[in-house]
């Protein structure tokens, strides 16, 4: 037998040192035309993120016209002074880029992804379309009929029913919160051309608006290209609308809404807290997850793996609307959809998880995963452009100072089980929840009505 010739393997790889990772820290600065401007250069990103904000809240909405502020923001990309809306399409398809808007209670927000090589040119078409947008009136026309033949796609949806059902017994019925955030049928049946131009006109000015820009940024003149694109719109100046207080009334209660014969019922339960202004915001944040934040939480564990009720039960805080003095908000919600014959037995569980949540408290492990998912993935999370642009847009949004999110991670790290049990169950007492079941009521009531988790009305599916 002839012996075989020896191999010599290459070395094997050896892990270096890990890196230390931090959210990134824009610079900022001013235009000279008043635009606010946060830029943030990120090596090797060749895809190049802005985010526009715009200070033309939903509350800024004038009576009976709920939805122009959404119109507005997609009649941004139809059409400019030197562009028709399908030439307008064509440059930023020839560019490479896309551009997005949309409103929500905060404001109107454009955003713009474009390759490094064409910056230039697409910078160009986001400035048309802020400084002089066409809003023809064929194409207002088309967009308001495009949004009232969603309304009735967003009326059959489970989870966007209940969304719609939450906001209005949690908010005052004239608080534009208690309404949906694109407008009804008989609001947005009265938007036309001039309602959209005069909404416009009244709230968007560079003076009060903020731009961030996010990429690779090696070798261009930023304050150049930004001069001669976004520093081209002119606005009259003015200050920034006062954020309206929050408030809400989160007594224990249930609301059926009525969808007969429904196999399974959709979830969602509500009320508001405090915003990221808050002391107690990291430790929220953290109980939060450990609660319903992903497959491994207490309430899939027990929901999901151990009775089979649901495919999966999640807990969550979004920001509604943020202000320095404390006097914005957020919701804290728990979602999920179950099947019609264990909708009481899996809401009578859920309100036993949130139970002993306050009498024996989180464990030390749980605290340690939801801080290894929250903050050890964070790099991942911001591998894009458009990941920290979105993010830093936010915290502008909410006013929030620039380092808000790097000290978020470091408090997440340094938070205790103790302090996250106290955030979750003060986030989610058992006797302050306005429960919302859409499903089929004549199964439902009355198991529903045994837990005594509070009233119990029905109201009819439109």
Excluded at 3 to 28: C, I, S, T
Aim: aromatic share 4%.
């Amino acid at each position: 037998m002839t012996e075989l010739a020896a191999m010599d393997f290459h070395p094997q790889p050896q892990a270096g040192e890990p890196k230390v990772w931090a959210f990134p820290a824009p610079e900022r600065g001013t235009l000279d035309n008043g635009l606010t401007l946060l830029r943030c250069h990120r090596p090797g990103q060749q895809v190049v993120a802005v985010e526009v904000l715009l200070d033309a809240p939903l509350d800024a909405e004038p009576a009976g016209l709920d939805g122009v502020a959404t119109i507005m923001a997609r009649a941004f990309s139809e059409g400019t002074d030197k562009h028709s809306a399908e030439e307008f399409a064509a440059e930023l398809e020839r560019c490479g880029a896309t551009l997005d808007a949309h409103a929500d209670h905060p404001g109107v927000r454009l955003s713009l992804e474009v390759p490094v090589s064409r910056l230039a040119k697409a910078l160009g078409l986001l400035a048309d379309a802020l400084r002089a947008p066409a809003f023809a009136d064929s194409e207002v026309e088309r967009l308001v009929r495009n949004r009232l033949d969603e309304i009735p796609h967003e009326l059959a949806n489970p989870s966007r029913r209940a969304a719609k059902e939450l906001s209005r017994e949690l908010f005052p019925a004239d608080s534009r919160m208690s309404r949906p955030r694109q407008g009804t049928e008989e609001t947005v049946e009265n938007i036309d051309s001039a309602a959209v131009r005069g909404f416009y006109e009244k709230h968007v000015r560079p003076a009060t608006a903020t731009a961030v820009v996010v990429g690779d940024l090696t070798g261009i003149d930023l304050d150049a290209l930004l001069g001669d694109t976004l520093g081209s719109w002119t606005g009259s100046t003015g200050q920034p609308r006062p954020v309206p207080p929050v408030t809400a009334d989160d007594t224990g209660r249930v609301v059926i809404v009525d969808r007969p014969g429904a196999v399974q019922t959709q979830l969602l339960i509500g009320r508001i807290g405090a915003d990221r202004h808050a002391r107690v915001w990291p430790a929220q944040v953290l109980g939060t997850y450990c609660l319903g934040g992903t497959l491994t939480s207490r309430l899939d564990r027990v929901l999901r793996e151990e009775k089979g009720y649901t495919y999966g039960v999640r807990s969550f805080g979004q920001v509604l609307m943020s202000a320095p003095d404390g006097s914005g908000a957020s919701m804290l919600a728990i979602s999920g959809s179950i099947d019609t014959p264990n909708t009481g037995p899996a809401l009578d569980d859920l309100w036993k998880v949130l139970r002993t949540l306050a009498e024996g408290g989180l464990t030390d492990a749980e605290r340690d995963v939801a801080v290894q998912n929250l903050v050890g993935v964070a790099p991942l999370k911001y591998e894009t452009a458009a990941a920290v642009a979105s993010t830093l847009a936010d915290q502008v949004e909410q006013h929030l100072p620039d380092d808000y999110q790097a000290t978020l991670y470091q408090q997440l790290a340094a938070t205790g089980t103790v302090e996250a049990t106290a955030a979750v169950v003060n986030a989610f007492p058992v006797d302050r929840l306005v429960t919302v079941l859409v499903g089929d009521a004549a199964a439902i009531k009355e198991p529903v009505e045994a837990l005594g988790i509070g009233e119990v009305k029905v109201v009819t599916a439109e």
